[in-house]
């Protein structure tokens, strides 16, 4: 019986890791839309962001694509941030590894630098 209950506990754990849900949700501004997703469910420490973007309906050629995340200060906390340089995958596609140093609202800027034209913020934000 006690090998039975073992079993099962060790199913539930090892089913509800297997339904853990990555991140993904969508950000947009005026001219832009980003698809903002992880392959791993968002963690306090590292975390790499993958972004598809679109301009204006477009992929944009040849964006330079920084990230920034942060957390503002409150009391008796100082504010927090992790900023990076998107490296392009292609075809819009992007990827960023920020740093996260604890769990609550984290606000994210997106700034897309497309070769001609203004540069674009599209603002979001997650919770861990």
Do not use: C
Not at 42 to 51: E, K
Not at 84 to 100: E, I, P
């Amino acid at each position: 019986m006690k090998r039975l209950l073992t079993l099962i506990t060790a199913l539930v754990l090892a089913s509800s890791l297997l339904h853990a849900a990555a991140f993904e949700k969508q950000a947009r501004s005026r001219s832009a839309k980003v698809l903002i997703s992880s392959d791993k469910p968002l963690t306090v420490g590292s975390n790499t962001l993958y972004f598809d973007i679109r301009v204006k309906g477009k992929v944009p050629a040849d964006a330079r694509v920084a990230v920034k995340v942060f957390m503002p200060a409150m009391p008796g906390m100082p504010a927090m941030q992790s900023r990076a340089d998107a490296v392009s995958l292609g075809n819009g596609k992007y990827k960023a590894t920020v740093n996260t140093a604890m769990r609550g609202t984290w606000q994210l800027h997106i700034f897309i630098t497309p070769k001609t034209g203004k540069k674009i913020r599209v603002k979001s934000s997650f919770n861990l």
